[in-house]
């Protein structure tokens, strides 16, 4: 078995009017309708049973485009030189049994992908790998990108790794230590805008149209491409036995387009036989895209203020909401809302079946829950959560939440009470034995 093949033709496509442009303007939009643009394979044809080995044989090779989660899956990318590739290793994510949350959420077996297994510890790095070659490519020097931390983490290390420059933007105040902090470490220039999210992508917007920087946001298709491989490493993890319910967070809603985009092309290669239901489930106080499909049943998107704790999917004008709901539509999936009190208590239950993830994370435990209520999944269902980001990257949630204070002069105070029971403060003790096995026997007379 050859360790390279010759990676399929790719062609840029407009999603609204269909425009099949040369090459993509520097703000990533169709320049007819000003739409977003997706990649396509005409005549892609293949043979899958070729195509799984030839994957499968790869998890043994040497080559650094093997070794990646994301190039192992190069024949469905579009083609971008060797000598191009910026690689950290990234994807090679591991597919983890929930028990205590599928027994929580009322399902027999819950397992969960965890993205935040990343070299920059998020499902970013899939997607950057491949959008940060594609600018080295083509010659930048500079990146940049608007982001509510993960993105920014993530392109600055690609960036650096590619000796490109990267500028951050982030709302200033409202991202966690952890993401600011590796911004900084991975030497991007980061601004913290006195704004939010959505503010800081009017800036970026202006500025591609100025300066000859490379735009990395999801609007950027290769970051897409990038991301789908998650979906196919999970069906090879899975033996390709297709689960019925994948759950994704949506923010900006690139990832929950990149899964289902990878779920109707695996469909359409005939690498499985049929598709999973790809669920969106977003923050109560940041939901525009719940309320589009719900109220508007997706025929336009209004856009709000947003405002969650779960700060990475605090963002109130999502740019592909559009290709969201179509792979929403064509899978058959559905929407939910969680509040901020259903989030911290997803997160500590995924927390204590010794995983853990960051808050926005959690809203897919919390999703499942209600879908589940619903009657939409079914106890013996087979569920998968797609966790993105890691426990460590926002340890101020967690720490006020254990120690009870992330509600503290909230609406959602009072109830806060009910999550008592997840809650595991740290005990300061005198350096004395006998206080510390008290503290145990306590412990265990109090049960788990
Ligand atoms: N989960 C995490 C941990 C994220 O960082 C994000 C988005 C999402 C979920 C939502 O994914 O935007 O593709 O729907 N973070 C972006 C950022 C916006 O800038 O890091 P999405």
């Known amino acids: 078995m050859p360790l390279t093949a010759t990676e399929p033709s790719s062609q840029l496509r407009c999603i609204s009017c269909g425009a099949t442009p040369e090459s993509a303007g520097q703000d990533f939009r169709c320049s007819n309708c000003g739409d977003l643009l997706e990649f396509v394979f005409p005549g892609?044809?293949?043979d899958p049973q070729t195509l799984k080995s030839l994957w499968l044989g790869r998890k043994t090779s040497n080559h650094q485009l093997d070794q990646s989660g994301v190039w192992r899956f190069r024949e469905i990318l579009p083609h971008i030189p060797e000598e191009h590739a910026i690689t950290l290793r990234e994807g090679n994510t591991p597919l983890y049994e929930l028990p205590r949350c599928a027994r929580i959420a009322g399902v027999d077996s819950l397992r969960a992908k965890?993205?935040?297994m990343n070299p920059t510890a998020s499902f970013k790095d899939t997607g950057m790998t491949f959008a940060a070659s594609s600018a080295h490519q083509q010659g930048f020097r500079w990146v940049a990108c608007a982001s509510t931390g993960n993105t920014s983490a993530s392109m600055a290390a690609y960036a650096a790794r590619g000796n490109m420059r990267s500028l951050v933007m982030i709302p200033e105040g409202k991202i966690s230590w952890g993401k600011l902090s590796q911004?900084?470490?991975?030497?991007?220039?980061?601004?913290?805008l006195r704004t939010d999210f959505d503010g800081c992508v009017r800036i970026l917007n202006e500025l591609v149209r100025r300066k000859p920087v490379y735009l990395l946001n999801s609007v950027n298709p290769y970051r897409i491409e990038g991301q789908k491989t998650a979906a196919v490493e999970l069906l090879e993890q899975l033996g390709w036995e297709v689960p019925d319910h994948i759950i994704v967070p949506g923010g900006n809603l690139g990832n929950s387009s990149a899964i289902g985009k990878a779920l109707l092309e695996m469909l359409e290669l005939k690498l499985i036989p049929r598709l999973p239901r790809l669920s969106i489930i977003q923050a109560q106080g940041a939901n525009p895209f719940y309320r589009s499909v719900r109220e508007f049943n997706g025929t336009k998107l209004e856009s709000m203020t947003a405002d969650t704790q779960a700060t990475a999917i605090r963002i109130g004008n999502p740019a592909s909401w559009k290709k969201a709901l179509r792979v929403l539509r064509e899978t058959g999936g559905e929407v939910e809302q969680v509040t901020e009190l259903e989030i911290a208590e997803a997160k500590a239950e995924i927390g204590a079946d010794g995983v853990g993830c960051e808050p926005?994370?959690?809203v897919t435990l919390a999703g499942l829950k209600k879908l589940r209520h619903r009657g939409f999944v079914k106890p013996a269902e087979s569920?998968?959560?797609i966790l993105t980001g890691h426990?460590?990257?926002?340890p101020d949630f967690t720490i006020k939440f254990h120690r009870g204070d992330l509600f503290t002069g909230t609406s959602s105070e009072a109830e806060a009470a009910r999550a008592r029971h997840?809650?595991?403060a740290p005990v300061v003790l005198d350096a004395d034995l006998g206080a510390v096995i008290a503290s145990l026997e306590a412990a265990e007379r109090a049960g788990s």
């Open 360 to 362: 926005a994370s959690a």
């Open 114 to 116: 965890h993205q935040g």
């Open 44 to 46: 892609r044809t293949t």
């Open 391 to 394: 426990v460590l990257k926002d």
């Open 422 to 424: 997840l809650q595991r």
């Open 183 to 192: 911004s900084l470490d991975y030497g991007a220039l980061t601004c913290q």
């Open 383 to 385: 569920v998968i959560l």
